[in-house]
């Protein structure tokens, strides 16, 4: 049986921790090696830290500060397109204002066409047989396609985002058949152009491992990725995230 003390203060992986810091994850495994953050070893090997211990190191450094290991300050954004509300409808990530602050710092939203990201797109609607794929970013109201091929509009509502689901996970989301799936059934999307049954997303991460939007692509017919599909599409996601850390996102 659990105990109290974990179910109050979970115990956090490496990943978790930097998930929680915004930091990449081999910043934390330096930090933990070093003693900077409290942790300790599993049989396996593997650090181990607790909740409560980020969670200090977080108040201690302020909100959406990166610069716990010298890396450049992240500053709250002014802009509404980067501010929660508070009565969102649509899921987030446990720390959306940090994630939406960086995506806001990395000027890549409504930012021009780029033939680099354009050529991903084509591959992944190439090799995974799909009429259309997209590079999603996703504010706090829109998600807007840095790239796109078989679909016209540049942008949709973020209520509507299949990919706000995608960025919750660290594995590639999919949904077979969205027709009968309870939380995209009456979507607009599904009910109308495109009328998306299959979509399959993978997280296009920061350099501090934040989740800016997803490499998609969607089908009008229920269906799933071979396993070569799906590694085909996860290794063009790291490549278009590769893209983004190395313009400063």
């Not at 915004?22 to 830290?49: F, N, Y």
């Amino acid at each position: 049986m659990q105990s109290k003390f974990t179910e109050e203060d979970p115990i956090l992986t490496t990943s978790a921790a930097a998930r929680m810091l915004g930091v990449a994850t081999s910043t934390v495994q330096l930090w933990m090696e070093s003693g900077a953050i409290p942790s300790w070893k599993t049989p396996g090997g593997h650090r181990r830290t607790r909740q409560s211990t980020i969670q200090a190191m977080l108040d201690r450094a302020g909100p959406l500060s990166g610069a716990l290991s010298g890396e450049t300050l992240v500053q709250a954004p002014t802009d509404p397109e980067f501010l929660l509300q508070g009565d969102e409808t649509y899921p987030t990530i446990a720390d959306e204002p940090r994630r939406l602050a960086a995506l806001a710092a990395s000027r890549l939203v409504d930012s021009p066409q780029e033939e680099r990201f354009n050529r991903i797109v084509r591959l992944a609607a190439t090799v995974t047989a799909s009429p259309i794929a997209l590079v999603s970013l996703l504010t706090a109201r829109r998600q807007w396609f840095k790239a796109r091929v078989g679909l016209g509009p540049q942008e949709t509502p973020r209520e509507w985002a299949f990919c706000s689901h995608a960025i919750l996970q660290d594995a590639p989301f999919m949904v077979e058949d969205a027709a009968t799936d309870e939380r995209f059934r009456e979507n607009p999307l599904v009910l109308a152009e495109p009328h998306i049954r299959f979509y399959a997303g993978v997280p296009l991460r920061d350099r501090s491992g934040l989740p800016m939007g997803t490499l998609c692509v969607i089908d009008r017919e229920p269906r799933r990725l071979r396993s070569a599909e799906l590694q085909a599409l996860c290794d063009l996601a790291d490549i278009a995230s590769s893209e983004f850390q190395a313009k400063g996102a």
